[in-house]
């Protein structure tokens, strides 16, 4: 069941109708989780024992970890990392057709498919292990809390990533006078309206970037999908993520914010500031400070950038693009550290180059997202190869430059438009503005597709 599925918006329709009923106030905590439960087995249920496991797992190792730390949070953590890396990372060792192990249940896990959502509710199932043990005077949740914590449908299948000890504290009674109806609103259209009219128009096109299909491309079409590229997966993750933050509000729950213009970045660590932020700060809380961050001199320090940002990229799939993806961000990253000290030390040289800076980062971004679109090593190389070598395929593929631009202008508009712009043009003509966002959803939405992060 998909955020853009009519499925969907029944369920959400009764839940909501439910949710906030007099006779079911007391009980709304079990009826989000088995809300989640549902949500998370349509069409999937035979990875609900799984789910099941994953957080009544974390549940008895938190419990244990309560009483000695030192021990059974190790174990807890091992115990999730153990759950993604063999549900993530097992077909680089088995053949999903040709397993036969000699053990019926042996096979029949060996062929499970990839849960979705699997690296977002491991991640949440660490923050609850971390977050409510280093404290003992913090308040520990019920089974039922931690259920809803870590399979809260909203965020379940793609984020954010939601820390315990700020989701937590805000599980108690909800009133429907509390919800703030039209924020609800602003958050979930525009999510809509970025995923159906940006990001699966978009789709169409950059579908060529798949082997073989960018075989038919011409060389300058190649780089414009390249760009195309970073404007649609942008729309897909933000548009996401905004339906998300709406849906929270509407059953009381603030989830956080997870881009913030990530394509008007100046630097590499500016970009993920923007970026994803949920899990870039998650990465840096549970991973890079543990390692020792930036507190034992340049060397380690540039050495754990580098394994952060290559367990990121692993982090998204079983691949060697990935993992290129991640790491020639972390070079990159390192790179920056050692060299624009000086200029960010001069304030007037820095706002004199800024607008350069912004555009080689979003360029630099731009071509290692062809590793993320391409995770076989092989073809994102060989599509880099024909960026810069002309194609001899007869009958080319063609792209209309107009449909591009204007399916790309959303993104473009909201990054590069002066705030103060926006924010005037925005109360002169809100309604004007969602009433066109509306509209172009419903009439202009691309064929549907899923959401680029539901695989992961």
């Not at 006779?23 to 349509?42: A, C, D, I, K, T």
């Not at 982090?315 to 050692?338: P, S």
Request: proline share 5%.
């Amino acid at each position: 069941m998909t955020f853009t599925s009519w499925q969907f918006g029944v369920f959400v329709a009764v839940v909501f109708a439910t949710y906030y009923l007099p006779p079911v106030r007391p009980f709304q905590v079990y009826l989000l989780v088995l809300s989640s439960l549902f949500f998370y087995g349509y069409g999937q249920a035979e990875l609900l024992p799984m789910l099941a496991v994953a957080v009544l797992g974390t549940y008895l190792f938190l419990i244990l970890a309560w009483r000695s730390r030192a021990i059974w949070l190790p174990v807890g953590i091992a115990f999730n990392l153990g759950l993604l890396a063999f549900f993530k990372y097992k077909f680089l060792f088995f053949d999903p057709i040709s397993i036969s192990t000699g053990f019926s249940a042996a096979d029949f896990l060996l062929r499970l498919p990839l849960p979705i959502g699997i690296s977002f509710f491991v991640f949440h199932n660490i923050s609850l292990l971390v977050d409510l043990t280093k404290d003992d005077r913090t308040r520990r949740p019920s089974l039922t809390e931690a259920f809803l914590y870590i399979i809260f449908f909203p965020q379940l299948v793609s984020g954010p990533i939601t820390r315990a000890e700020i989701f937590l504290p805000q599980i108690r009674e909800k009133f429907l006078a509390d919800v703030d109806f039209i924020a609800a609103a602003k958050w979930i259209l525009t999510g809509y309206f970025f995923k159906l009219f940006v990001a699966n128009n978009l789709n169409e096109m950059t579908a060529y970037m798949e082997f073989p299909l960018y075989e038919t491309v011409r060389l300058e079409d190649k780089w414009l999908l390249v760009f195309l590229y970073s404007y649609q997966i942008y729309a897909d993750f933000f548009g996401y993520t905004a339906i998300a933050i709406g849906l929270g509000l509407l059953f009381g729950y603030q989830l956080p914010i997870n881009f913030n213009l990530p394509y008007i970045s100046a630097s590499f660590s500016e970009f993920w500031t923007r970026w994803h932020i949920s899990l870039s700060t998650w990465l840096r809380t549970y991973l890079y400070i543990p390692l020792g961050g930036n507190r034992h001199g340049p060397a380690r320090t540039y050495l754990n950038i580098m394994i952060v940002m290559g367990l990121g990229g692993l982090w998204h799939g079983a691949a060697l693009g990935y993992l290129a993806w991640g790491t020639m961000h972390g070079a990159l990253l390192v790179l920056e550290r050692m060299l624009l000290g000086k200029i960010d030390d001069h304030s007037r040289l820095a706002a004199a180059v800024r607008p350069v800076r912004i555009g080689f980062v979003f360029f630099c971004v731009s071509m290692l997202w062809i590793f993320f679109k391409l995770p076989n090593f092989d073809h994102a190389l060989a599509y880099l190869s024909g960026m810069f070598t002309a194609s001899t395929f007869p009958g080319q593929a063609r792209f209309f430059n107009s449909l591009a631009f204007i399916y790309s202008l959303p993104v473009i508009i909201q990054h590069l438009a002066p705030a103060s712009l926006l924010e005037a043009a925005r109360r002169r003509a809100e309604p004007y503005l969602y009433g066109l966002m509306a509209a172009l959803t419903c009439v202009e939405a691309g064929p549907s597709t899923s959401f680029i992060y539901f695989q992961f």
